[in-house]
């Protein structure tokens, strides 16, 4: 019942900069935990950094100082800025959402959704 949409990967070389935006869409009651996550390529799915409802963030390590996560509970946005990025940075970007939506006859659905991705490359 809900999307997610990842928009403003792309290409860049090392020490630059990156913005993804994650626009979630649909029957939305409420958007709690939200998340960035990656996966390069023949590794796992890690998590990058994740915000409350009510703006508290965390970050790994790997990414600390440099990434910043933010998001607007008014236009149901998260927000990714990465800066300085390093090569080890290049992999494909996933948003998630922990949500509560409602199905076309009421009924509440609760559900952790997912973006399709969006590729991120940072070249040396």
């Known amino acids: 019942q809900v999307q997610l949409m990842e928009l403003g990967g792309g290409l860049v070389q090392a020490g630059g900069s990156l913005r993804l935006s994650c626009v979630a869409s649909?029957?939305?009651?409420?958007?709690?935990?939200m998340r960035w996550y990656r996966q390069a390529p023949g590794k796992g799915r890690e998590l990058v950094a994740d915000?409350?409802?009510?703006?508290?963030?965390s970050y790994a390590d790997s990414v600390k100082g440099r990434f910043t996560i933010s998001r607007d509970n008014a236009k149901n946005t998260m927000y990714l800025q990465m800066n300085s990025l390093k090569p080890e940075d290049t992999a494909v970007y996933y948003c998630?959402?922990?949500?509560?939506?409602?199905?076309?006859?009421?009924?509440?659905?609760?559900?952790?959704?997912w973006g399709q991705g969006a590729q991120v490359t940072v070249s040396s």
């Open positions: 915000i409350t409802s009510g703006g508290k963030t």
């Open positions: 649909g029957r939305i009651v409420r958007i709690d935990d």
């Open positions: 998630n959402a922990d949500a509560l939506s409602k199905d076309y006859t009421e009924n509440y659905v609760a559900e952790k959704a």
